[in-house]
């Protein structure tokens, strides 16, 4: 799967008469909003055309629309990552794919779209995970564009790119732009590592998945997703015994479907169908395309001004709300001191002395401004608790029942780490 693949250009590299006509009107003389530093003319149309280089991560509903929004402004050389492959339901937003390329890789057949109806673009698809990637792979971009629906691939691109950053070297900040959709939500932001705020310091503004209380799906349902819960949640397990749930296999959801379905007949709750037994089960929340449209020009447009110097770039954050009517505003979202990526002080939490090393693992998990999944614990001199390899998490096992203040003292530090993002975070323990 993880294999670079190349795709043949378009029949020709030549571009049409006038082509360029309505981008030159702003590259060929400086506005009223220009930067400084920008040079208007043939230099920045040759940078912005045959030099600067530009990744895209991710092919879906947000990354279509990036990919013919930096063809069609003149990016010629861009890179594509996505490590999926093409379903039927992609098909009714992500408008570069057609029914004959399911389950085909989205990079590849996203590549080749791009370059068949725009000549001279050149799209390098990789079909594959960004973790996949060294260093080197990044250094080489002028800068990075997200379309990405998975919060912890986005925490560990922010990590990554925050790493490269050496003080000496100015080409290695790489300004990353992060778009993101939710219904009729919307955000757009541009992360300059180590000087802007990162992704990672807005981690509790993430909204909470939904969740349902044990007892009301157990004993008082009242709604469909009730229903649904109950049937993934209590009878699964019951009537399935150690049978793992695949959110992906059809035979998996149509069996909670029927399930759910005998659950709302008997309280008499309307609603349930297959489409929402896969939203809730996969917390999937519906992608509207004129969202995707907006924020992806939105990407687009500051991926452009950075590029360029045409215009000042956004600060820091944009965001559109479209549930009741169209609003968006513009804030500058502000660094976190002790935000573990880009902070570099340590964040002071304060337990109780009773509480047990599982208890803390589960507050981290949790915890809004953290959510590590998985984490792993150690003091300096001594592990506390690893969730791999297999040989350590059996011989720290017995430290999940123990205290934490019998293994860490007062104003002690621990530092907690997981295998899916390439940081650690530091905690200082208190004691109620």
Known sequence: MAAEIHVNGSATSTDWQDRYYHVDQILDRPGPRTDPSFLAGDEVKDFLRNKCKILVIGAGGLG????????????KDIHLIDMDTID???????????PADVGRPKAIVAAEYVMKR??????????????DKDDDYYLQFNLVICGLDSVEARRWINA????????????????????GTEGFKGQARVILPTVSSCYECSLDMLNKPTTFPICTIANTPRLPEHCIEWASVLEWPRARGDEKLDTDDPEHIGWLYSIAVARAKEFKIEGVTWSLTQGVVKNVIPAIASTNAIIAASCCNEAFKIATSSAAYLNNYFMLIGTEGVYSYTFEHEKRDHCPVCGGEALEMSISRDWTVEQLIELLTEKQNIQIKKPSLATPEKPIYFQQPPQLEEATRPNL???????????GEVVVTASTLPFSLSLLITYM
């Open 64 to 75: 279509c629309e990036i990919l013919a929004n930096l063809a069609l402004t003149g990016f």
């Open 160 to 179: 990554t790119l925050v790493n490269l950053v050496d003080p000496e070297n100015p080409e290695s900040l790489k300004p990353l732009i992060d778009g």
């Open 88 to 98: 039927i339901s992609n098909l009714n937003r992500q408008f570069l794919f057609r």
């Open 118 to 131: 725009v000549p001279g673009v050149k799209v390098t698809p990789y079909y594959g995970k960004i973790q």
């Open 401 to 411: 029942e123990k205290k934490v203040s019998e293994l860490v003292p007062d104003g």
